[in-house]
């Protein structure tokens, strides 16, 4: 599941730039929107 090493990479990358925590709940939901994207393309 690499996917998931990337989004806490990314997640984490945030937190060194100091995001604010409502940046970082939107970068979470656009990483989620984006999981579940690859997982309905993957499915096809």
Do not use: W, Y
């Amino acid at each position: 599941m690499a996917f998931i090493r990337h989004e806490v990479e990314t997640i984490i990358q945030a937190r060194i730039e100091q995001q604010l925590p409502d940046q970082i709940k939107i970068l979470v939901k656009k990483l989620i929107k984006n999981r579940s994207a690859n997982m309905g393309a993957q499915s096809q």
